[in-house]
T-cell receptor
Framework: DTAVSQTPKYLVTQMGNDKSIKCEQN?????MYWYKQDSKKFLKIMFS???????INETVPNRFSPKSPDKAHLNLHINSLELGDSAVYFCASSQLAGGFYEQYFGPGTRLTVT | AQKITQTQPGMFVQEKEAVTLDCTYDTSDPSYGLFWYKQPSSGEMIFLIYQGSYDQQNATEGRYSLNFQKARKSANLVISASQLGDSAMYFC????????????????FGTGTRLTIIP
């Protein structure tokens, strides 16, 4: 049983195109995230959603638009793709609670913009 | 200022030896949590171990232990009896406001250490 799944795993596209990455979690978690891992392996938060509500938006260009149709899904739509968008995008989820929690990561989507 | 600093970009360790991966952090929040994740070449992020700022004892999980020195703001990962399968990138991460700031549970990551185990 996959806890956090992402599709597609690989995405190759040309500059200027619009693309979406889908994420689903079956853990019953309230909070979902998108992280970006650049070519130097640095991971940085992009967005978080709690129960379909946007909580964190870390100065991401507005070409990136997350959408959460329900608390088990968080999709990422990217308009007008640029070369610098090439990266691995990770979806993650966690319970919304104080104290200890673990973020469960999806397998990642490697986006290559040519 | 960097919130999480991992000063070792790469390490080579002989199989079966113990290895310490360094992590220092910067926060003024009294409640925070420190996490270590492993990223093998296949790319997935695997949670290893967690330490809360108020935890009295150092965390341990099998061969992994966390050497938590609060005054020095360090949270080093110790892997005992290293194995070839331990070769991977290792990331230290922090979440601030552990018992408050609901809805802002983001993890801030360090730049990672690439560990290579030599047979």
């Amino acid at each position: 049983d996959t806890a956090v799944s992402q599709t597609p795993k690989y995405l190759v596209t040309q500059m200027g195109n619009d693309k979406s990455i889908k994420c689903e979690q079956n853990l019953g978690h309230d909070t979902m995230y998108w992280y970006k891992q650049d070519s130097k392996k640095f991971l940085k938060i992009m967005f978080s959603y709690n129960n379909k509500e946007l909580i964190i938006n870390e100065t991401v260009p507005n070409r990136f638009s997350p959408k959460s149709p329900d608390k088990a899904h968080l999709n990422l739509h990217i308009n007008s793709l640029e070369l610098g968008d090439s990266a691995v995008y990770f979806c993650a989820s966690s319970q919304l609670a104080g104290g200890f929690y673990e973020q469960y990561f999806g397998p990642g989507t490697r986006l290559t913009v040519t | 200022a960097q919130k999480i600093t991992q000063t070792q970009p790469g390490m080579f360790v002989q199989e079966k030896e113990a290895v310490t991966l360094d992590c220092t952090y910067d926060t003024s929040d009294p409640s925070y949590g420190l996490f270590w994740y492993k990223q093998p070449s296949s790319g997935e992020m695997i949670f290893l171990i967690y330490q809360g700022s108020y935890d009295q004892q150092n965390a341990t999980e099998g061969r992994y232990s966390l050497n938590f020195q609060k005054a020095r703001k360090s949270a080093n990962l110790v892997i005992s009896a290293s194995q070839l399968g331990d070769s991977a990138m290792y990331f230290c991460a922090m979440r601030e406001g552990l018992w408050s700031n609901f809805g802002n549970e983001k993890l801030t990551f360090g730049t990672g250490t690439r560990l290579t185990i030599i047979p």
